[in-house]
């Protein structure tokens, strides 16, 4: 859903889109992320992910490990 209305826009546009929506969240409670179980982390991780592939245009298939590094993003 996200990737039709996102298509037109510039990129840097949607890394400010995602960043804000996204990533601030989870920057915002990263104290309350220590302790929690690996299936919960690896959740969250997946939503990282695919904002990654939001922003860069990446399959799925694709590894994400290059995309994350490209846009200079940590891991969970």
Do not use: E
């Not at 996204?22 to 997946?46: H, I, M």
């Amino acid at each position: 859903m996200f990737f039709v209305i996102l298509t037109p826009l510039p990129r840097h546009a949607v890394v400010s889109l995602v960043t804000s929506l996204v990533l601030t969240k989870l920057d915002y409670c990263n104290s309350l992320l220590v302790g929690l179980p690996a299936n919960l982390l690896n959740r969250l991780q997946a939503v990282i992910n695919t904002a990654a592939r939001l922003v860069c245009h990446a399959m799925k298939a694709d590894h994400i490990t290059s995309v994350l590094k490209d846009l200079h993003w940590l891991r969970i």
